[in-house]
C-alpha cells in the first residue's frame, strides 16, 4: 500500500539477475522464476548508446523511450511471481520510467493481478543543459568542451531511491538510468537494514551486483576456458544468495548449463572496472584488490574482501551527441590469396569513391577502416604469417563523414566490385549497407547537490537527498605481491598461465587477468609490464597503459586509454568494444623457467596447437 515502509529483516536473500543487456534471451527471467527460488528478480538493460536509441523513439512516439522487452518478457511470468512473493527491479524504465510502469501496470490489471509499483526519477538531466553548459562542465576524461547539441544526458543514480521504493512495499520498481549494480544493492540495503555508512557491505553488496549485472557473462560466458563450459544451449542465469554481513555466495538453478567457478567470477569482477582500488560508485567508493573467491561446492563459489570509503559528492553524467554519419559494409571473398585480393578489393573501392566525391564536390571522409577478416586485421603487425594464406575472407569496409550523401554513395559502390575487380567475390548477405547517424559520448562529473532524485509511489513523490558524501580519497596502500624469480629460461604463451576478459569504458579497453596458480604470478608481473602491453596493442592507437594489482586474486587489471578508435557506434572497428582485446592477448610470450615451460606443454588450448602446427609448416 502507498506510503505503507516495511522493512524485514532476513538470514540470506537470493537475487537472481535475467538480462545483461537489451537484447538478451527472454527465457531468463522464467528460468529464475520456476527454478531459482529467489526473493528478487532484477533486470539491467542499459548503456549510453541504447539511452540515445530510446531517446529516438520516443521522439517517433511520445509513450515509447523504455524498454519494451521488460513488459513483454515479465507480464506471463506476473502471476507466478505473485505467487512465489518475488519482488522485481529494472532500469527497463530508459528515458520514460513512467511510460514503462503505465504499460506494466495495464498488462498486470488486464490478467487480473495488482502491482504495487513505483517509479525512481531524477537522472535525466537534458531539460537542464543550457545551466551545465555555463556551470563549465567539461570531459571527465578528455576535458573537451561540451558539445553544441546533446541527444541525451543522463546520471547514474545509485541504490537509495531503490531500498525506498522497497521499503515502501514495491512489488516492481522501475527507473531510469542507474549504475548496474544498484539493482542488487538496493534489494540488500532493504533487507538487511544496512546503513549507508555501513561501507564495507554496501561495496560488497555493489560487488555482488557488478557480478550479476551482465547475466551469463558470471555463469561461464565468454569464459576463456570454454571448452569446460557445459550448455550454451540453456544457460543458466546468475544468483547471489547474500549474508547480512555483505558475504555472498555466486550460483546458478540446478540443471542449466553454464559453469560457476574462481575463475568464471573472478573473470567478470575484473571486466571493465578500471582501477579496482577506486571503482567509484554514487552510495560507495570500492576497493577490490582483496577481494577473495573460493569454490565452496559444485557451481558455488563464495564472495568476500570487498572494502568501501565514502562515496563522492559528484555523480558521473554521461551525455550522447550526433557527430555525423557512419557507413560499413561487407562481402566475402573466397579462394586462393583470398586476403590479399579482398585488400585490394576494400583499397580500390575507397580510391573510385573519393573520385566520385571530388567530382561531386564533396569533400574527403573524415575517416575510414578496412578490415580483412580471417586474416587477422584486428591484430595489426602481429597477425600470424599464416593468415593471410587464408582461402576465405570478410572484408569489411567502414567510413565516416558529416554528409550523409558521401556514405550513401560508398554504400552503392561496394556491390559493383563484384564483377569488376576480384575473382571470388560473394556473400552480399547483409545487401546493401545502411548509413547510420554517429553518436559519440560526453562523461562529466555533475555534484549531487543539484540532482533531485525522486521515488514515485501513487500520488506520493518522495525527494531522496544522497547519503554524506567527501571527495574521492586515495586507496590504502596494499604492496604488490613481490616474490624473487629465477631465470626464465623457457616461454608459454600467457594462456598456459592465465585466464582473462576484455570490454570497453567508452574510448578506453579494460584487460583483466587471473593466473590460475598464484605461483605463476611473479612470472605474469615480470612480463606483462604496462609498456609491453602499450606495444602489443599499438596498432589500436592507444595512448597510455595502466596497471593494477590485485593481491587478492592473484590478479593483473590493465586500462588502455583511447584504443577503441572512438569507441561504441562512433568506431569503425568491427571491435569496437575491446572484447576480443583479452584474447589477443593470450598469445603473448611469458618467459619462464624451462622445467615450468616444459610441465605446461599440452596444456594450451586447441587454437594455439593448432596455429603452432600451421606455422611449422
Known sequence: MAGTVTVVARDTVR????????????????????????????????AEITMSLLARARARKPELGYVPDFVETLAPLLQE??????????????????????????????????????????????DRTEDIRAAGATEMFSGASMPEKLTTMNAYLGAQPIALALDRGADVVITGRCVDSAVVLGPLVHSFGWLWTDYDRLAQGSLAGHLLECAAQVTGGLFTDWRDVPGWDDMGMPIAECGPDGSFVVSKPAGTGGLVSP???????????????????????????????????????????????????TLKV??????????????????????????????????????????????????????????????GPRSQPYAAGNREVVLKIGARHRDQQALEILAREIAPSGSSMAQGITGFFAGRPSVQPVLRLFSFLWPKEKVATVVHDGDEQIVVPFATSQPLSAPPDIAAPQRAIGVADGAVPLIALAVGRSGDKGNSANI????????????????????VIRDWFAHTGVSKVERFDLPGMHALNFVLHD????GGVASLRVDAQGKAFAQMLMDHPIPVPLTLANSLIGVTSARENTAKAAIAT
Open 15 to 46: 537475487i537472481g539477475c535475467a538480462s545483461a543487456f537489451w537484447g538478451d534471451t527472454s527465457a531468463g527471467a522464467e528460468q529464475l522464476v520456476r527454478r531459482g527460488d529467489i526473493g528478487f528478480l532484477v533486470f539491467d538493460y542499459l
Open 81 to 126: 511471481i505473485k505467487q512465489r512473493g518475488i519482488r522485481v527491479v529494472s532500469n527497463a524504465g530508459g528515458i520514460n520510467p513512467h511510460a514503462a510502469a503505465a504499460t506494466l501496470r495495464s498488462r498486470a490489471a488486464n490478467a487480473g493481478i495488482a502491482l504495487h509499483i513505483v517509479v525512481v526519477t531524477g537522472d535525466d538531466l537534458t
Open 263 to 313: 575463475f568464471s567470477v573472478g573473470e567478470q569482477m575484473l571486466y571493465e572496472i578500471g582501477d579496482p582500488g577506486s571503482y567509484v560508485l554514487p552510495d560507495v567508493v570500492c576497493d577490490f584488490r582483496a577481494v577473495i573467491i573460493a569454490s565452496c561446492g559444485p557451481d558455488q563459489v563464495r564472495v568476500v574482501g570487498a572494502q568501501g570509503r565514502a562515496p563522492t559528492p
Open 318 to 379: 554521461s551525455a550522447t551527441w550526433h557527430d555525423g554519419y557512419r557507413v560499413m559494409g561487407t562481402l566475402t571473398v573466397g579462394g586462393y590469396e583470398a586476403a590479399p585480393r579482398a585488400q585490394r578489393v576494400g583499397e580500390a573501392i575507397l580510391t573510385r569513391v573519393r573520385r566520385l566525391l571530388t567530382a561531386r564536390g564533396i569533400s574527403d571522409f573524415s575517416e575510414t577502416s578496412i578490415e580483412v577478416l580471417g586474416a587477422e586485421s584486428m591484430y
Open 512 to 531: 583483466g587477468i587471473i593466473a590460475r596458480k598464484p605461483e605463476y604470478l611473479p612470472w605474469l608481473r615480470a612480463a606483462l609490464a604496462a609498456d
Open 563 to 566: 584504443a577503441l578508435g572512438g
